[in-house]
């Protein structure tokens, strides 16, 4: 959330939270004065809140704002995900991409993670169908201005167990964007 309300324009702007699974995250920005439209592609999310939608398909009003939260990684077309928020994003729109880069792991995130020995074999299968980081950044290099890219700590996150922060601190990304003007070259931190 820090990482995210850190990189939003001021409130009121018009905020797409894509991928928003229950709409924890854009109930928090509406409190806080933002107004969002939450989409997720699964109907079990629907809500008076959260709209049932794909994103790589979805078409609206312009968006000050889009924030991938932990969904870039679930979505089965990166590329169309990526030009639709291009898309979607008003002149000078943000692009937050808060993420997880699995392919990152070595075999002591992976034996903490399932509280187990040699278990990097079973993390590989386990994430291999996601998007990799390197796929994820890649995908949105391609279309936009990269403003800020920073690898940070993601399991103690996921576990929800803060005594994890320290142990890793390679598998979390977080991404700021914008739409690449007509010639401008990208220079990706
Ligand atoms: C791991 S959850 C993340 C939920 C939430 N953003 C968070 O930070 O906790 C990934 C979500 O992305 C949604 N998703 C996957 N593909 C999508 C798509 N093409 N369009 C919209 N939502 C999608 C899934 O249904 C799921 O709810």
């Given at each position: 959330m820090?990482?995210?309300?850190a990189h939003?324009?001021?409130?009121?702007?018009r905020v797409l939270d894509a991928g928003c699974g229950g709409?924890?995250?854009a109930d928090r920005l509406r409190d806080a004065g933002y107004e969002v439209t939450a989409i997720d592609i699964d109907p079990e999310h629907a809500s008076p809140t959260v709209r049932v939608a794909d994103i790589c398909s979805y078409d609206d009003e312009r968006f000050d704002a889009i924030i991938f939260s932990l969904s870039l990684h679930h979505m089965c077309e990166l590329d169309k995900a990526i030009d639709r928020a291009s898309a979607l994003l008003a002149p000078g729109g943000r692009l937050i991409v808060d993420e997880f880069a699995h392919e990152r792991a070595d075999a002591a995130i992976a034996d903490r993670f399932y509280d187990e020995p040699e278990s990097l074999e079973r993390w590989r299968e386990h994430h291999h169908e996601l998007h990799t980081g390197a796929a994820m950044i890649d995908a949105i290099v391609r279309r936009f201005a990269v403003l800020s890219l920073a690898r940070v700590p993601y399991l103690h996150r996921y576990?929800?167990?803060?005594?994890?922060?320290?142990?890793?601190?390679v598998l979390g990304i977080q991404l700021t964007a914008e739409p690449r003007h007509a010639g401008q070259i990208n220079r990706c931190p």
């Open positions: 820090e990482f995210i309300t939003l324009p001021p409130p009121p702007a709409g924890e995250l576990l929800e167990d803060d005594s994890l922060r320290d142990v890793e601190s």
